[in-house]
């Protein structure tokens, strides 16, 4: 069991912000808190660790709940002896950082690929499960709706310039207006790891095939859903909401106007309001 971890909320919150670690099979899981409150963890996006959160949007979420970011495995500060990954496996790691931090239950999270991985914890540890917030995600197979052949060709260059990689989370016309884009984003500063991205990007594939993804148990899932993206996302087109949030009998759709794969950057204060008000109902 991890150092602090059955600590009273008022130690914990003492902790804001320190990386601590959790043992689970074969990796050393970095994390962070934030706050006290009900329990709401965080599944970040792919190749990104969990110092590109918002920092805006966690310093809101914070105020009502106990927030938890955390590196994938072999991502940032978390280390990992496996030499293959999955959706599922990273969403059981979700179930074990749980575990060792004594959570039987929370509010769950996740952005882009980290939607796909909080789909897959809901769909196979539904007690676990409080509320789930699917934010500018898809369910996989061959319903996704990819985005242009241009944006894939970002994606998959690994060329590609900071520049073009970060104009993606952005809608053009903000771009337009908006020269610094980079201002928007925290200061990353934990490592990459290129062997790590890689296996990410494998899974991805696979959750893309058909018969994969989530879209097989999507009527499995009867906690409460939210469903938020922005209507000019270029990287995971808004129509993955709108056919994820119809497939979900107990989602709720919303759509940010001129906002994009970036909303929690471009909008922070409306990304987490929405997500408070949700939470909270």
Known sequence: MVSGCKKSNDEVADKDGVVMYADISNA????????????????????????????????????????????????????????????????????????????????????SMG??????????????????VLYATNCGDTLVVNPSQEIIDILENPAATPMERLSLLFPDEWLATHPEPWTFLPEATEPYNDETIGMQYFAIQEWLKPGGGSAGHLGSLNRPVLVICGENDKVVPSQNSLFLAGSISSATLIKVQDSGHGLMYQLPETFANYVLTFLEQ
């Open 28 to 111: 050393k899981i970095a994390y962070k808190t934030y706050g006290s409150g009900e329990p709401l963890i965080m599944c970040i996006g792919f190749s990104t660790n969990m110092d590109l959160w918002s920092t805006k949007a966690i310093e809101i979420l914070q105020t009502k709940y106990k927030v938890i970011v955390f590196d994938y495995r072999g991502m940032g500060l978390s280390t990992n002896a496996d030499s293959t990954m999955s959706i599922s496996s990273l969403a059981e790691d979700v179930n074990a950082l749980l575990s060792e931090l004594s959570i039987e239950k929370a509010h769950v999270l996740g952005w």
């Open 115 to 132: 939607g796909y991985v909080a789909q897959m914890f809901a769909v196979n540890h539904p007690e676990k499960v409080n509320k789930l």
